[in-house]
């Protein structure tokens, strides 16, 4: 069972910058995917960034651009790098691992809170 620990989160103004970390509790090769999504208030569960183990990187359009993703699978960390942040990327962040989707092994963080505001 793999334990995911987000931290990183705050408040910031718009324009700002954050830096979320995710740390795993074992390392991370063979982690098919690794992501960031986000749930803001009355929202559904939404993908901000994929990485997947060759380092292939998507983002979804609202943060493409803005956020880069990485991923050091020996040091068990998965990090999320946002600037010029916006009021609507406020929302809860959380930290998802895939080994294997067909054989449920995806797992999910507790999330970090993410507040734009000026």
């Known amino acids: 069972q793999l334990q995911l620990v987000e931290s990183g989160g705050g408040l910031v103004q718009p324009g700002g910058s954050l830096n979320l970390s995710c740390e795993a509790s074992?390392?991370?090769?063979?982690?098919?995917?690794m992501a960031w999504y986000r749930q803001a208030p009355g929202n559904q569960r939404e993908l901000v960034a994929k990485?997947?183990?060759?380092?292939?990187?998507t983002y979804s359009a609202s943060v493409k651009g803005r956020f880069t993703i990485s991923r050091f699978d020996r040091q068990k960390m998965l990090y999320l790098e946002m600037k010029d942040l916006k009021l609507e990327d406020t929302a809860v962040y959380y930290c998802?691992?895939?080994?294997?989707?067909?054989?449920?092994?995806?797992?999910w963080g507790k999330g970090t809170q993410v507040t734009v505001a000026g």
């Open positions: 998802y691992a895939e080994f294997s989707a067909a054989l449920g092994m995806e797992y």
């Open positions: 074992n390392s991370l090769t063979g982690y098919y995917a």
């Open positions: 990485i997947l183990s060759n380092r292939q990187a």
